[in-house]
């Protein structure tokens, strides 16, 4: 078997000014400094600016470790790095070993004849990435997004994370160091390097053959045979052996009736283990690998119909509507960023009726625990590869070579999950028109295609033939390809709404196949902005604000959009609020309507699920993991049984929509209710109707003319509730006129508070006259709660589960409660 010596844990780490720390690996320069108190917290006000020096400069990590006796008689001895970020040079034992270039590659070396028995040492020189960068740029130009402003230069000729050089919502600090695991395994024989497998299932799914493929790496030729067993909750279902023949050993198995994967909202997600003992001659287990798979069919289908050609991808024979969201890395610095809060941010996204995310292309592939939450919450991923938004030297070989490298790598470690369905190429280099061409700094299309199409489109198919890979995201197959935009095909990034400052209506005359990329900003709540300003900084133009916001239109089309539909808000905390409740009725929009006009679009991630600091910006989920107002209302706009209204302002009516992305037909009814501003109701009713599986329809329009001339279109509130039984599954507003115009009254908002189960209580809020985005804060106590802006009509009541993060009592909650409408936004208090 292998011996394993992890070199994890506590290094010593050198650089300028004669510092001289411990270090922890895996782990980052900046993280150890801000440790020993060498830096201040680079998330506080501008002290970014305070810490550039840092990626500036060069560093060196060492350490000494033992090496016995035994492990150094072992056939082979590896020296293995998960991550080293990114530009260092090994030395071992004195002499130099390797010289690396690529955050995003494991590296392999054999120092069987370089090690000694007893103590050893390693050292790692880290040279800045950002200098290099700098210095290729001088070289020859290649252009970028956001140089001057959020994004330092030269970041695309380094492998590295891009947005480590900062970004339109991120701040630009340049990380390095060993961020990924360093270990020495030593083994006699063989191991198995690689496992791959493959699976296809009967037509009605009552079997699933899969061919497990085993590769090995042979340190001596002799006899060897592979023990392959699959295995589900511990009970073996299939089992097979083969004989290692040139480096591999293939093996077909059958499981009988399988238990199959679905994306969240779709089915249940059980997972099976397959596993691959590898034997000597004399059936000693001198090997073993396994890898946990979910057996289902998830692809894309692209096919002809009456408006184009189809984007939607379907799971064991069922197209299904893809809700979600594009994930950026957690942290700016990975050893932040950790497995307990991505996986909290994955729960917050299934929480939210989420079942694609997209990761992202100027960010990092992630670990490994991301990918098997994901498998465990059905939550599928679309996976780019790591380019965005610049333009590569891809005339460059040696670099394209790093790449075909660190592409193949990739793939092999993330292709048996079950939760991923799609490679994509990279992040809009055919959507930002100056990337591509042939002018100076430009990529030359050639050059692109070369890179995109060929080479990464052959790595991906040579070892995940299963996968399909799509090229680019935003990219129009079909037609002019420089037309990334065709709304008859292809996925699209929509930007008419934020960039291009059209109204949110926008979204209704937008038919794309599938929308990737569209969003809206926000501020975080006033709790997280406490965390990085002084009290005397909390007002949106202040320069530490304006430092916590890299878009540079941010807070002016903000406040635009805001003065279009709301009342100018009193008060930081209520302007804070209100860019919240923006934000999520922006992107409710979009998708409501795109959800309306399934099938012909078939999909909807919005930008972006979350913060990698604290931040304006697009994230439905902060730095802390606290939900925005997006976030609740993604809850339900992504609600697989949804009800939505959409007014016609010509003809007085409202058109009532019930969309089903559920497997089966269902029997529910339509309820509404029509009120003056004031609360009275002037008229209700309800409709039984049968939602068809995977369908979506208009089955009532209230013709409310009469009313309107009576009442006007600003006098006018429309309720909807689409129930399931006795059960309200969906509930929606539709008004004829923008929330400004509305003569709200005060809604004379009144809580209650009861303890509930496990550090919860319940709080009852009720209203007396209309509250629309009625919203509960404990001041001065972070908690998470069941549902948050929800609209409350004359006379009713919704019970909120609030969780405290702290343990407290129901004095001190009510004593912290504060409830809110939009009426008190603009109201002096």
């Not at 300028?16 to 270090?23: E, F, G, H, S, T």
Request: glycine content about 6%; some cysteine.
């Amino acid at each position: 078997m292998i011996e394993t010596l992890s070199l994890d844990g506590t290094w010593t780490l050198k650089g300028p000014k004669k510092i001289n720390i411990p270090a922890t690996v895996p782990g980052c320069v900046h993280a150890d400094l801000h440790r020993e108190k060498l830096i201040p917290d680079p998330y506080f006000r501008d002290n970014e600016k305070l810490v550039q020096w840092v990626g500036e400069k060069s560093w060196t990590y060492s350490r000494s470790f033992e090496a016995s006796e035994s492990m150094l008689e072992r056939d082979r001895v590896l020296l293995r790095f998960d991550g080293l970020d990114t530009l260092a040079k090994v030395t071992l034992n004195g002499k130099v070993l390797a010289e690396t270039n690529n955050m995003f590659r494991e590296w392999e070396f054999d120092v069987k004849d370089r090690l000694k028995v007893g103590e050893n040492t390693i050292s790692i020189v880290f040279s800045s990435a950002l200098a290099y960068g700098l210095d290729k740029q001088k070289e020859r130009f290649l252009w970028q997004t956001g140089i001057g402003h959020h994004r330092l230069e030269g970041g695309q000729w380094v492998r590295k994370e891009q947005s480590n050089f900062g970004w339109d919502w991120g701040p630009m600090i340049v990380t390095m160091g060993i961020w990924r695991s360093v270990r020495i395994d030593a083994f006699d024989t063989a191991e198995i390097s690689e496992l791959l497998v493959k699976q296809s299932l009967s037509k009605a799914f009552k079997k699933a053959e899969l061919e497990v493929e085993a590769t090995v790496n042979l340190a001596r030729r002799t006899k060897l045979s592979a023990f392959v067993t699959v295995s589900k909750d511990g009970a073996v279902v299939a089992s097979g052996e083969a004989a290692v023949v040139r480096g591999k050993a293939k093996t077909s198995l059958t499981v009988k009736s399988p238990q199959l994967w679905w994306p969240n909202g779709l089915g249940e997600q059980p997972l099976y283990v397959v596993a691959v003992s590898l034997l000597d001659s004399e059936g000693e287990v001198i090997s073993q690998s396994s890898k946990r798979i979910g057996i289902r069919e998830l692809k894309l289908v692209r096919e002809k119909d009456k408006w184009g050609e189809s984007f939607c991808f379907e799971a064991n024979g069922n197209r299904f509507f893809a809700k979600g969201a594009n994930w950026i890395p957690s942290d700016q610095f990975d050893v932040w960023g950790t497995d307990e809060r991505n996986r909290d941010l994955l729960k917050s996204s299934v929480e939210a009726n989420m079942n694609m995310i997209r990761v992202w292309g100027g960010g990092k592939y992630e670990r490994d625990d991301f990918y098997d939450a994901c498998d465990e919450l059905g939550i599928c991923i679309w996976q780019d590869f790591m380019f965005a938004c610049a333009a590569y030297p891809g005339f460059d070989d040696d670099w394209v070579a790093n790449v075909e490298v660190e592409i193949e790598q990739q793939v092999k470690r993330i292709r048996h999950h079950a939760c991923l369905a799609i490679w994509c190429g990279n992040n809009e280099l055919e959507h930002i028109s100056p990337i591509l061409g042939d002018e100076p700094g430009q990529m030359p299309w050639d050059e692109y295609m070369n890179l995109f199409d060929k080479v990464i489109g052959k790595i991906v198919k040579r070892n995940d033939p299963q996968r399909d890979y799509w090229p680019s995201s935003e990219h129009s197959p079909v037609g002019d390809r420089k037309f990334s935009q065709n709304p008859d095909c292809g996925d699209a990034h929509l930007w008419k709404v934020w960039h291009g400052r059209e109204p949110f209506e926008w979204y209704r005359t937008a038919y794309h196949r599938f929308c990737s990329e569209f969003g809206f900003q926000s501020f975080p709540e006033p709790s997280t902005i406490e965390t990085y300003t002084n009290k005397e900084e909390r007002n949106v133009t202040s320069y530490v604000m304006e430092q916590h916001q890299r878009s540079p239109i941010g807070n002016s089309a903000i406040i635009d959009y805001m003065l279009s539909w709301f009342r100018l808000p009193v008060g930081f905390d209520n302007t804070i609020w209100l860019t919240q409740i923006l934000q999520g009725l922006a992107i409710k929009y979009a998708v409501e309507h795109w959800r309306m006009n399934k099938p012909r679009c078939m999909g909807a991630l919005y930008w972006q699920l979350n913060d990698c600091w604290q931040v304006a910006s697009w994230s439905s989920v902060d730095f802390f993991g606290k939900w925005k107002a997006l976030h609740y209302a993604a809850r339900n706009f992504f609600n697989p049984l949804l009800v939505a209204g959409v007014e016609d302002l010509d003809t007085d009516s409202v058109a009532i929509h019930v969309v089903n992305d559920l497997l089966e037909a269902k029997s529910l009814s339509i309820n509404w209710k029509v009120v003056d501003v004031e609360g009275r109701e002037l008229e209700t009713g309800s409709k039984k109707i049968r939602a068809g599986a995977n369908s979506t329809g208009v089955f009532k329009t209230l013709k409310l003319k009469k009313l309107v001339a009576k009442h006007g279109q600003r006098g006018l509130i429309v309720k909807l509730a689409l129930k399931d039984g006795r059960k309200v599954v969906s509930e929606n507003l539709v008004t004829f006129a923008r929330p400004k115009h509305l003569t709200l009254e005060d809604p004379m908002l009144s809580v209650k508070v009861k303890a509930a189960t496990r550090g919860s209580f319940d709080v009852t809020v009720s209203a007396k006259k209309p509250a629309l985005w009625t919203w509960l804060e404990l001041k001065g106590i972070d908690a998470r709660y069941s549902d948050n802006f929800v609209h409350l009509m004359a006379g009713e009541s919704n019970t909120i589960r609030v969780t405290p993060q702290i343990k407290t009592t129901a004095i001190a909650v009510k004593a912290a409660l504060r409830a809110r409408s939009v009426f008190d936004t603009y109201q002096e208090i």
